[in-house]
């Protein structure tokens, strides 16, 4: 599942995708509406690729969760956030048996789910591959000869 360009934007209720970077900020296009907004740079903006799940052996990132949580509902929709919080922690517990309980809250939980089924709604939740590597994927082919061929071009037509 690719989270790359999917925020959270603090005050904000929803998801957004990323569109253009300006000068002072971004352009974000709602996914609840498809309304697009501008966003400064003094906004709390949280990327969702970098966001991750506290467990008892370290951090799972927020990516794995919502693919196991894809596995067990076989791409479908998971329960509503609006459940009581037993019934969301049990269903958080059947995905993620390790989760730290302490640290992770029923508020974290309701955000999870309630970001999957937006995801899923949209049909964003897909088994394709984080963003990273295709891109680390197409510099990796890309012959040094080709790099460096614009750069001589710009310096022949200053001269």
């Known amino acids: 599942m690719n989270l790359e360009k999917i925020l959270a934007i603090s005050g904000k209720p929803g998801l957004y995708v990323l569109r253009v970077q300006t000068r002072t900020g971004f352009v974000a296009e709602s996914l609840l509406d498809g309304k697009k907004i501008t966003v400064n740079l003094k906004s709390n903006v949280s990327l969702l690729s970098e966001i991750s799940i506290y467990t008892y052996e370290g951090e799972k990132p927020l ?4 693919q196991k949580i894809a596995d067990k509902e076989n791409k479908g929709p998971a329960i509503s956030h609006k459940e009581d919080n037993a019934t969301l922690t049990a269903y958080f517990k059947e995905v993620l048996p390790d989760y730290d309980e302490e640290r992770v809250y029923p508020s974290d ?3 999870v789910l309630n970001w ?7 049909g964003l939740v897909t088994d394709e ?3 990273t590597e295709e891109v680390a994927a197409v510099i990796e082919e890309t012959p040094a000869a080709e790099v460096k061929a614009p750069a001589k071009k710009a310096k022949a ?3």
């Open 116 to 122: 999957y089924n937006m995801l899923q709604a949209k």
């Open 63 to 66: 990516a794995e969760i919502m």
């Open 157 to 159: 037509k200053k001269e």
């Open 129 to 131: 591959a984080p963003a």
């Open 109 to 111: 939980i309701k955000k």
